[in-house]
């Protein structure tokens, strides 16, 4: 057992020394085997720096354009807020410049007020009102002695008026009954006709409404024709700009848009009208952004106020309530499904769809804006089959026009001047409530143009060249309440009314009269007047001769008589007997803004005014010796409707009222029986008439200044290039004047006779107190105490018969 235990561990020790020979050969092959994978590493090592080199060159690239992504999504975020809060700010309350909107006074009806139903039927139309059997606003039903109609609500200077139902009743050209919403009432006003309006530079004329003041039927054709997808989508439709970009990429061009209302909205309002993909980036990404803050209704009613929908002359139409005046003479809410469509139809191109050019365009379109409104649902066929049998239903004349009575307007511009900036007039939607009365201002241009058209048959070689003005104020307030300045009355050009200043002639002579009147100790209407030729030199040494029209002296004539026949001679030595300087006095009294000159020739009328100063004159005779500056506007307010400014009458007294009166008296009796007697064939002697006729040298100019009832009119008739003409002021100017007055009511109680002032009969030759049956007696007033003390016998024996004394004052 030893012995194999030992030979065991011989063998084992024989291994290990075996084992330990073997070891360097191991070694080397262990060496030889370990240079293949040093190379093997080295490739890794070379393969490692190359992949890290890699890897420091990616980061670095991407790096960069990270850099740059975030910059420019820094530059975007920025660009983006910067375009919402401005969005946000102008959407909120857009600043459209509002030209300054001109009314004319309301219309009062009240019993007892001397009303016909034709005039009143005229003011109605003009104001757009329909005259059908409808029981709506806007409607008018008439009878044979009545009229009921479906007023409007409007928003007066002192007050808001809601819609009302008022019956009128008529009994002898009167208003006999009121009747407003069932009840009996003492007065009415219905709301005032819009003159026009005061346009910025642009001209761009608006009337802004609300989305609830827009008939839902609007909406819906707008929405249906324009954006179908407009309460879907959120600014922007991609469907829409799919369609475009495709008809875009085969025109090779921009030809088509896929706008959305909200686009087109934002186009008109921030964006340029250029066709290029930049701009139409801009349009969607401002367009998402105001779908995002506003609702659809807001974003809808912007539209309806901005939108450009016709021209009318200089004047561009925007906006709904704009153009529903312009095409169908009534505001928006009032219109009738046909012309709904065919107001949307004319958006896609106002001139190319214009109905009053191109009726069969218009009409078409409108047809399709009525299909589209049956595809989308809002309207059943058989409804929009009705509607297309109407016709276009459009106005021949705007109801509101930039033109209409341009002569008023230029003077309420120069007045609203003095107390507001050219900016607030055009831009600040002004509200301005004058005191013009259309009924007699449509009166007064028939007028004229008839009485033109006459003269011209008359000489139509001269009467073609004739122009003329008036001016027609209220002698109770001194409002002015009609002008014209052209023979052309719609012409917007030069104003005669208030700046052809020309030669007055014998409108002059009531102020010598009048300086002569205040000396009751020394002139009354008897004073006996000397009609003799003279000469006198004047201070710079020329020679002033004055002479008759016709050319004749007729002696020794009575004060009033000098008057009424306009004797020049009469006239220049009343004057002169008074003295130059009370009467250049008595002239400045009135308040003529330019200087009166130290001349005697003033007394004829050499001094050279406008209509309208010859107005302020006789304003003053007409209101008995009280002042006050003509009034034509009688409040202002801003575009809510909140009170800026009203124009209380100012009133100071600058002459007697006693000689004021004894002049007027006078006058009438020029206007019945002197230089205006043509008169009596056209207004009757019932009605108190005075006045005063003035003709230029070489009859250049032809005026007739006079009062009937409570009216005042100015008319001055003559050439622009100052040459003569065969006219007086009794065969020019009086006959326009006439015309106009006998269509006027008179509705002024008699003139009452001032305290102090008494009448007593007169003799017609001597002035003496006489009979009042003798055939030479005339009633005449005279202040106390200056009436004639003695006393004449009828210079013949025949005494007056009861129709002379019927024609008597």
């Not at 003041?213 to 439709?237: I, M």
């Not at 934002?266 to 250029?274: G, P, S, V």
């Not at 013009?436 to 058209?453: H, N, R």
């Not at 002569?516 to 030199?537: G, W």
Request: glycine share 6%.
């Amino acid at each position: 057992m030893i012995g194999n235990r030992d030979r065991n561990q011989r063998l084992m020790t024989e291994r290990k020394k075996t084992s330990t020979k073997k070891k360097p050969v191991v070694r080397k092959k262990a060496v030889t085997t370990k240079k293949k994978p040093s190379n093997t590493r080295a490739k890794q090592r070379k393969s490692a720096q190359v992949s890290h080199e890699k890897v420091r060159l990616v980061p670095s690239w991407l790096g960069f354009m990270i850099k740059l992504m975030l910059v420019g999504l820094v530059c975007l975020a920025a660009f983006f807020i910067y375009v919402d809060s401005n969005l946000r700010k102008d959407l909120d309350a857009v600043q459209w410049e509002l030209p300054a909107q001109v009314y004319a006074r309301p219309l009062e009806v009240y019993p007892g007020k001397s009303l016909s139903l034709t005039s009143l039927t005229e003011e109605l139309k003009a104001l757009g009102y329909r005259f059908q059997s409808h029981k709506r606003t806007g409607y008018v039903q008439t009878a044979s002695n009545s009229v009921t109609v479906y007023a409007r609500s409007f928003q007066f200077a002192d007050d808001l008026r809601s819609s009302a139902v008022c019956k009128i009743i008529f009994q002898d050209g009167r208003v006999s009954e009121l009747w407003v919403d069932g009840q009996e009432q003492t007065i009415f006003r219905f709301e005032p006709l819009l003159l026009g309006s005061l346009f910025p530079s642009h001209h761009e004329d608006r009337q802004l409404v609300q989305i609830d003041q827009v008939p839902k039927a609007l909406q819906q054709a707008l929405v249906a024709t324009e954006d179908r997808e407009f309460y879907n989508h959120h600014g922007v439709s991609p469907k829409s700009i799919v369609r475009a970009m495709l008809a875009n990429f085969q025109a090779g061009g921009v030809v088509q848009g896929g706008s959305t209302l909200t686009q087109q909205l934002i186009k008109n309002l921030y964006l340029t009208r250029e066709r290029t993909y930049s701009r139409k980036i801009m349009e969607a990404a401002m367009s998402v952004l105001v779908d995002f803050h506003y609702s659809k209704d807001k974003v809808l009613e912007t539209y309806l106020n901005e939108v450009y929908l016709g021209q009318d002359g200089s004047r561009a139409v925007h906006g709904v309530m704009a153009a529903s005046y312009f095409y169908f003479g009534v505001p928006v809410r009032e219109l009738k499904l046909h012309q709904i469509a065919l107001l949307v139809a004319v958006i896609k191109g106002p001139a190319y769809y214009n109905p009053k050019r191109h009726s069969e365009r218009a009409l078409t379109r409108r047809n399709l804006v009525l299909d589209l409104m049956v595809q989308e649902g809002y309207i059943q066929p058989k409804v929009a089959n009705w509607s297309k049998r109407q016709s276009l239903d459009v106005v021949k004349h705007p109801t509101r026009s930039a033109n209409r009575f341009p002569a008023y307007l230029g003077l309420v511009h120069r007045q609203l001047k003095q107390d507001y900036s050219q900016e607030e007039l055009s831009e600040s939607g002004l509200r301005v409530f004058t005191t013009l009365d259309p009924q007699a201002q449509w009166k007064l241009e028939k007028s004229a143009v008839e009485t033109l058209d006459q003269l011209a048959k008359k000489d139509k070689q001269e009467g073609e060249h004739y122009q003329l003005a008036t001016v027609v104020t209220s002698v109770d307030n001194g409002e002015v309440v009609a002008m014209i300045g052209d023979r052309k009355v719609g012409y917007s050009g030069f104003n005669r009314a208030l700046d052809a200043r020309r030669p007055i002639g014998s409108l002059a002579k009531p102020a010598v009269f009048l300086a002569a009147l205040q000396k009751s100790d020394q002139y009354t209407l008897t004073s006996m007047v000397q009609d003799q030729a003279f000469m006198i030199k004047t201070e710079d040494g020329q020679e002033w001769s004055p002479r008759n029209f016709d050319k004749k002296s007729h002696g020794d004539v009575l004060l009033y008589q000098a008057l009424a026949k306009s004797y020049n001679q009469a006239t220049a030595r009343l004057g002169l007997e008074v003295g130059l300087p009370d009467v250049v006095n008595t002239f400045r009294r009135f308040g003529f803004e330019q200087q009166v000159p130290m001349l005697p020739s003033i007394m004829l009328g050499s001094l050279s005014l406008s209509p309208y100063d010859v107005a302020k004159m006789y304003q003053v005779l007409a209101a008995e010796g009280f002042k006050a500056p003509l009034k034509v506007i009688r409040a202002v307010t801003d575009s809510k409707g909140e009170l800026l400014d009203s124009y209380p009458l100012n009133v100071e007294q600058v002459f007697d009222q006693k000689a004021v009166y004894l002049t007027d008296y006078a006058m009438q009796i020029a206007a019945r029986e002197g230089t205006g007697r043509w008169l009596n064939n056209v207004i009757g002697r019932d009605q108190t008439v005075y006045g005063k006729t003035g003709t230029s040298n070489q009859q250049r100019d032809s005026w007739f200044a006079g009062v009937k009832g409570n009216y005042l009119a100015v008319t001055w008739l003559g050439r622009d290039d100052n040459k003569p003409t065969s006219l007086t002021g009794s065969s020019g100017a009086l006959r326009v004047w006439g015309h106009f007055m006998k269509q006027m009511p008179d509705e002024q109680a008699p003139r009452l006779v001032p305290e102090g002032v008494g009448f007593v009969w007169v003799d017609e030759k001597t002035g003496l107190l006489i009979d009042e049956d003798c055939p030479t007696a005339r009633l005449l007033p005279f202040i106390e105490g200056s009436q004639p003390s003695e006393s004449t016998a009828c210079s013949s024996n025949r005494s007056k018969g009861l129709l002379e004394r019927l024609m008597d004052w």
